[in-house]
């Protein structure tokens, strides 16, 4: 019986958590705005409740976040320059996650906490010291996110297919 009720207490508490988790989403969704300009130099991605893909070209990258709370995709910083003096992106991922890509050059620190992670899937390469350093500091709860250099055929296509939708008017291809 005591071990029914261990599981009971806990089938409860992730239910109540998670219930909140997405109040706080649908809450998170209303205020957080992400940035449309491909060329800013400081950067906010979201995936909350859905998708997230975004291209930055950058020139002189600073800052960025990344908000994936039950949903995710792919932020692509391979056409953007880091500030000289290095650029920080902050992550929360909740219940979501995504990919982060990077050029193979770039230096990457790791600061994530909670229950889930950040890891960097590159190879194992002796970059230069003074190579442009991105700093990801974070937290996550039951998600993550994974630093790359290269993106699937299939996130590529996804990614294309957000960037050319963001860049179409509205109301294009509806009949008049």
């Given amino acids: ?13 992730l239910i109540v958590t998670t219930t909140a988790a997405l109040v706080a989403a649908v809450r998170a969704k209303q205020q957080i705005e992400p940035t ?11 995936g909350i409740l ?11 990258l600073r800052r960025a976040a990344i908000e994936c709370w039950f949903g995710g995709g792919a932020v692509d910083f391979r056409d953007a320059e880091l500030d000289p003096a290095g650029a920080r992106l902050d992550v929360r991922a909740i219940f979501g ?5 990077v050029p193979e050059t770039w230096r990457v620190e790791l600061h994530v906490n909670g229950i889930g992670g950040v890891g960097d899937g590159r190879p194992k390469l002796e970059r230069p010291a003074d190579a442009p350093l991105m700093t990801i500091d974070g937290f996550v709860l039951f998600g993550g996110f994974a630093v790359t250099s290269e993106l699937s055929e299939a996130d590529a296509e996804r990614l294309e297919s957000a960037i050319k ?12």
């Avoid at 029914?4 to 089938?11: D, E, K, S």
């Avoid at 996650?97 to 890509?101: C, D, H, L, R, T």
């Fill in 1 to 13: 019986m005591k071990v029914l009720r261990v599981v009971l207490a806990v089938v409860v508490a």
């Fill in 97 to 101: 996650g995504g990919q982060i890509v």
């Fill in 36 to 46: 449309e300009d491909e060329a800013a130099n400081e950067i906010t991605a979201v």
């Fill in 50 to 60: 859905g998708p997230m893909y975004f291209r930055s070209t950058a020139p002189a």
């Fill in 165 to 176: 939708s963001r860049a179409e008017p509205v109301g294009e291809g509806s009949a008049a």
